[in-house]
């Protein structure tokens, strides 16, 4: 399986931009980088995915480097609710789950 | 439209029995995915099924079993629990064969605890 490498918390002041890091240097030329986040007490929810292109969303942007070796999911203007536990997968026709990254955001 | 549905929400059950959990996926999906979550392992991917034929495994022993109907509806099966058993199950369901482009909706899960 595909192998993801975050860190395992981050902080940020609400209402200001977050820009979430993932490294995946073994990513294959098939493999799409999604991002799943998890509030607390619910089921992880879809935030964004792409290939190879930058991506925006509702939500998010995700910004994939020239060699799709990392990629960073970037929260334009944090507020309390984003607080979660974002993944970083590389999907590569199943979503396996890394450890993830927990976003806390301060008031 | 509705949402990915598990039921029960809530499941307590003893050592040595057997527990059966069901997932509705969003009407229309074909692909559900089972996935177990703990403290200390995290999510873990444990079966995926397409049009009833289970596609992709993880590395759980064989007392964790799965089926998909013809409707989509799937439901998995732990015989045998133990104490470690006890963990939220995730289903998630997307919509086609290939998952890569594609995103998966999650239910709000199944919490077993086994005493």
């Known amino acids: 399986d595909a192998k993801t490498t975050q860190p395992n918390s981050m902080e940020s002041n609400e209402e200001e931009p977050v820009h979430l890091p993932c490294n995946h240097s073994?990513?294959?030329?098939?493999?799409?980088i999604h991002w799943y986040r998890q509030l607390p007490s619910q089921g992880p929810e879809y935030v964004i995915h792409?290939?190879?292109s930058n991506v925006n969303n509702r939500m998010a942007s995700l910004a994939i480097a020239e060699d799709r070796k990392s990629s960073t999911l970037i929260l334009h203007r944090a507020t309390l609710r984003d607080a979660a536990v974002y993944y970083c997968?590389?999907?590569?026709?199943?979503?396996?789950f890394g450890k993830g990254t927990r976003l806390h955001i301060l008031p | 439209k509705a949402g990915v549905t598990q039921t029960p929400r809530y499941l307590i059950k003893t050592r040595g029995q057997q527990v059966t959990l069901s997932c509705s996926p969003i009407?229309?999906?074909?692909?559900v995915s089972w996935y177990q979550q703990t403290p200390g392992q995290g999510l873990q991917f444990l079966f995926e099924?397409?049009?009833?034929?289970?596609?992709n495994k993880g590395n759980f022993p064989g007392r964790f079993s799965g089926r998909q109907f013809s409707n989509s509806r799937s439901e998995m099966n732990v015989s045998t629990l133990e104490l470690g058993d006890s963990a939220l199950y995730l289903c998630?369901?997307?919509?086609?064969?290939?998952?890569?482009?594609?995103?998966?909706?999650f239910g709000q899960g199944t919490r077993l605890t086994v005493v």
């Open positions: 009407s229309g999906h074909r692909s």
């Open positions: 073994t990513i294959s030329g098939t493999d799409y």
């Open positions: 997968i590389l999907n590569d026709d199943k979503i396996i």
């Open positions: 099924y397409f049009s009833e034929t289970q596609r």
């Open positions: 792409g290939l190879t």
């Open positions: 998630a369901s997307s919509f086609g064969q290939n998952n890569m482009n594609t995103e998966a909706f």
